[in-house]
């Protein structure tokens, strides 16, 4: 009997089909990224402009959406998971990742329960057990993935708060609450505390030092200061691997005032945690084990595509105690050896992510996982010696993973001018941030298919764009 047309999904054949085609697209792009520009020459609304403002009445054949992916969509990407990408942190999506994205939107499993499908909440479970061990974490760091360090980092502040004031989840929240970081954390910082309602005037950015880390006898005076005003101290983040300059805050003495002080202490790793796989920098994260909880985002420099962000905590049950809510409808037998994501965190529906990130650690394992980023590092500071030689430009801060923060010495009309040309030739991207008040490139590098060719290139078209 054949099916009704209108009522069926894409035939197998059909897909197969499709299928190759798409992978070999995937396998042609991946062989060499650099054959399309990283950056699209496109106008706001211009690609609105091309595509139909309805969607169509009658299905269409794959073979005609997938000549628009090709003729629309991609000429107006900014492509992520590119060689020349050095913009934002640089990140990586990778074979392996790519794959097991596939078979997870094949089989389309939600891990809100354990029994919503076993596997998913089982491999979070050993993955996150084996990236804790590659971070040198003990095992009483209980982890869960986010989409999002940004949600990863609202839920440490939501779990700060009920391990200091257990009543709130009945009684709700009262003002009074601080939270201390640093002035270089990441915003995402401020925006969860400003989420759970602790109110902008309770969030302190404490000073950093001259390689731009938190100062702790300053978060030791704001504490005291704000106890003296009868305030609620309850939460301090601490951030190895700053979003403007990868700087290190010194978690360690951070985590003794946490200490004396009664404070959950969070650490925002999102970027920076990677380099600590390494042995040799695992002292970027010395202190870590003593905190609170740990975000490391596995998209942003584990070759994971985006999104996956581990969350980390050694105390679970504030987050149960916070969160937990069980209807009947997703009630199920009480059972020790059974957890149930959804009673820690936010969402009910989770997508099976810890499948990509099974499938790039067992892939490239961790000597490869370390050689990579090992060379990334190796690349950054190479090209930071490459800079330095240029006497037109400045370094702006210390390198100690794999951004360079850089200037052309002069009013910062003249770095600005040079990022907008570098940007409109459309062949490598580039951000910026301010440093003391100047404006400051950033040099990003973190794609795994970067080379130290791309990075010789790409300087000589800094150098040649830059004023004699
Ligand atoms: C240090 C740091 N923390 C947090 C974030 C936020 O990450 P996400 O986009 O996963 O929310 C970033 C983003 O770059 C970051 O650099």
Partial sequence: MTQ???????????????????????????????????????????????????A???????????????????????????????SYFSVSSSGPGILAETLTAALNMNG????????????????????????????????????????????????????????????GASPGFVLYTSEHAHSSVEKGALALGIGQRYVRKISSDEAF????????????????????????VATVGTTST?????????????????????????YGGHAAILPEYGHYLEGAARAHSLVINPHKWL???????????????????ALSLVPEYLRTPDDPLILNYMDYGVALGRRFRALKLWFVMRYFGRESIAALIRNHIRMTQDLARLIEADARFELCAPVPMS??????????????????KLNQTHSAFFSHTALHDRFVMRWAIGNIHTTWEDIVKTWNLVQSLAPQ
């Avoid at 805050?249 to 200490?259: G, K, L, R, T």
């Fill in 4 to 54: 009704d047309p209108l009522l069926r999904d894409m035939p197998p054949e059909d897909f197969r089909r499709a299928g190759h085609e798409v992978i070999d697209w995937i396998a042609d792009y991946l062989r060499d990224p650099r054959q399309f520009p990283v950056l699209p020459d496109t106008h706001p609304g211009q690609l609105t402009g091309l595509l139909p403002a309805s």
């Fill in 56 to 86: 169509p009445e009658h299905g269409e054949p794959m073979e005609r959406i997938l000549e628009d992916f090709r003729k629309l969509i991609l000429p107006h990407s900014t492509l992520w998971n590119h060689p020349l990408f050095f």
């Fill in 112 to 171: 809100m329960l354990w029994k919503s499908s076993p596997a998913v909440t089982e491999l979070e479970q050993v993955t996150l057990g084996w990236l804790r061990e590659w971070l040198r974490l003990p095992e009483s760091f209980f982890g869960i993935i986010h989409d999002t360090a940004s949600l990863s980092t609202f839920h440490a502040i939501l779990a700060a708060r009920m391990f200091a004031d257990p009543d709130i989840r009945e009684r």
């Fill in 213 to 236: 880390r938190m100062r702790p006898d300053a978060l030791r005076q704001a504490i005291a200061a704000d106890r003296a005003a009868g305030l609620r101290p309850f939460c301090a």
């Fill in 246 to 270: 990868t700087s290190v805050d010194p978690v360690a003495a951070i985590a003794d005032i946490c200490e004396e002080e009664n404070i959950w202490l969070h650490v925002d790793a999102a």
């Fill in 303 to 321: 070759f994971t595509p985006i999104d996956l962000s581990a969350f980390y905590t050694r105390y679970p049950q504030a987050l149960r105690g």
């Fill in 403 to 420: 951004l360079i923060c850089f200037r052309l010495r002069g009013p910062d009309e003249a770095t600005r001018t040079l990022l907008e």
